[in-house]
């Protein structure tokens, strides 16, 4: 069965990199990807990675993918107060509207 | 655009009585969705929709209904609501599957006593 798992806790101080990791368990998904939830609000989608695809970078975001240990990463350079949040990485199945969320990783920066 | 919305923003509800969650988005998106998150538990998919007319089972569909009379809303029914309903509830919409991104309204937090 499909399965998306993070650890729940993160925190890093400011100016630090923040590295947060997933595991997934569907080899057959397509696309991988990360979404940010701020307190009180809907998900935002931060970047996302074709599944024939070693890493993406945008800005100070990194996502790398080792498909064969079905493991993601995001990796925020620079991490800043305002990244404080909820990140939830999700798989999708081809062909189907259905994304997997995991868990979500709750990143605290301090000062 | 206004997007994804959803009312209410809150709700309380006794045991036993029924309610609708309304969804609405303006982008012409063919798929929506409606999951419920929990805490540790991540986003959960009810139901969800490829297009109007036609709705089906997510992972957690049972106590809610749903229907797709438009492509523009997509509401959520629960017939009888339980403490076990407690939770946040998200609408989401976007296009075919070619488009990756999958926009989210701002939420329902419901509490069943």
């Known amino acids: 069965g499909e399965d998306v798992e993070q650890s729940l806790f993160l925190s890093v101080r400011e100016g630090d990199s923040s590295v947060i990791n997933c595991t997934y368990t569907?080899?057959?998904?397509?696309?991988l990807y990360w979404y940010k939830q701020e307190p009180g609000a809907g998900l935002q989608l931060l970047t996302y990675?074709?599944?024939?695809?070693d890493m993406k970078q945008d800005q100070r975001l990194t996502v790398l993918l080792n498909k064969k240990d079905k493991h993601l990463s995001l990796r925020i350079a620079d991490t800043q107060t305002g990244d404080s949040a909820i990140y939830f990485c999700?798989?999708?199945?081809?062909?189907?509207?259905?994304?997997?969320f995991g868990t979500g990783t709750r990143l605290q920066v301090f000062p | 655009n206004a997007g994804v919305t959803q009312t209410p923003k809150f709700q309380v509800l006794k045991t036993g009585q029924s309610m609708t969650l309304q969804c609405a988005q303006d982008?012409?998106?063919?798929?929506m969705s409606w999951y419920r998150q929990d805490p540790g538990m991540g986003l959960r998919l009810i139901h969800y929709?490829?297009?109007?007319?036609?709705?089906d089972q997510g992972e957690v569909p049972n106590g809610y209904n749903v229907s797709r009379s438009t492509t523009e809303d997509f509401p959520l029914r629960l017939l009888s609501a339980a403490p076990s309903q407690t939770s946040v509830y998200f609408c989401?919409?976007?296009?075919?599957?070619?488009?990756?991104?999958?926009?989210f309204g701002p939420g329902t937090r419901l509490t069943v006593l």
């Open positions: 999700a798989e999708s199945s081809p062909n189907t509207d259905k994304l997997i």
């Open positions: 989401a919409s976007r296009t075919g599957l070619a488009d990756n991104e999958q926009f």
């Open positions: 982008m012409n998106h063919e798929y």
């Open positions: 569907d080899s057959s998904s397509t696309y």
């Open positions: 929709s490829v297009g109007a007319g036609i709705t």
């Open positions: 990675i074709f599944s024939n695809m």
